[in-house]
């Protein structure tokens, strides 16, 4: 089966500009994650969805991040305005349901803020 | 609050070394622990957790309540064991793991 997908690869914007995300999950999965990696550290959840309702979105800056996932397949992350800390991948992966930790990674996007 | 200490970044052995990834955990409820794995150019995928007692791809990990740690082990490393392992922990049924820093793996030929 294919994997989840995620475009750009890479991006590169300077300070105070917007950039999107956008994700594709494996087939069938309703439960769909973005993880934010700065380098140097683990992956940290920014927010969950279930279908196209959030679960979890604790750990997201709403003040620059937002995140959709309208008809409950494709997702697009949001950063509006960029800061140089916002550096960092960009990780989207998903999972038949919540209740489990056999989450599917895909290849995450690279953000540079300069 | 609950926390993963990988206190390794990278870990360097020859080829049919044993090899110890260590990982020490806090958290006062009953965890669940796992390691995940990212090889060069590939994605983060699940390597193996504590409740599956597995040895997959030569390696183990036994969870010790005691000492909080969930040390990932493999006794003769291979060159393609070369990745970046990451511990983490799971709890209270969020279904959310989080992540230690990571240790890179170098095994040398």
């Not at chain 1, 973005?34 to 279908?51: H, R």
């Not at chain 2, 622990?33 to 183990?60: A, N």
């Not at chain 2, 392992?85 to 709890?91: D, F, T, V």
């Amino acid at each position: 089966e294919a994997g989840v997908a995620q475009s750009p690869r890479y991006k590169i914007i300077e300070k105070r500009q917007s950039v999107a995300f956008w994700c594709n999950p494996i087939s069938g999965h309703a439960t769909l994650y973005w993880y934010q990696q700065i380098l140097g550290q683990g992956p940290k959840l920014l927010i969950q969805f279930q279908n196209n309702g959030v679960v979890d979105d604790s750990q997201l800056p709403k003040d620059r991040f937002s995140a959709e996932r309208l008809k409950g397949v494709d997702s697009t992350l949001k950063i509006q305005p960029a800061k140089l800390e916002d550096s960092a991948v960009y990780l989207c992966a998903s999972s038949q349901g919540p209740h489990t930790y056999e989450q599917y990674f895909g290849p995450g996007t690279r953000l540079t803020v300069t | 609050a609950q926390r993963v200490t990988q206190p390794e970044k990278l870990l360097s052995v020859f080829k049919g070394a044993p090899v110890e990834l260590k990982c020490n955990y806090s958290y006062s409820g009953s965890p669940e622990l796992f390691w995940y794995v990212q090889y060069s150019r590939q994605r983060l995928q699940l390597l193996l957790r504590h409740i599956s007692r597995e040895s997959i791809k030569g390696f183990t990990a036994d969870l010790n309540k005691g000492e909080t740690s969930f040390h990932l082990k493999k006794p003769f490393a291979q060159e393609e064991d070369s990745a970046m392992y990451y511990c983490a922990l799971g709890s209270g049924g969020s279904y959310i793991p989080t992540f230690g820093r990571g240790t890179s793996l170098i095994v040398h030929p």
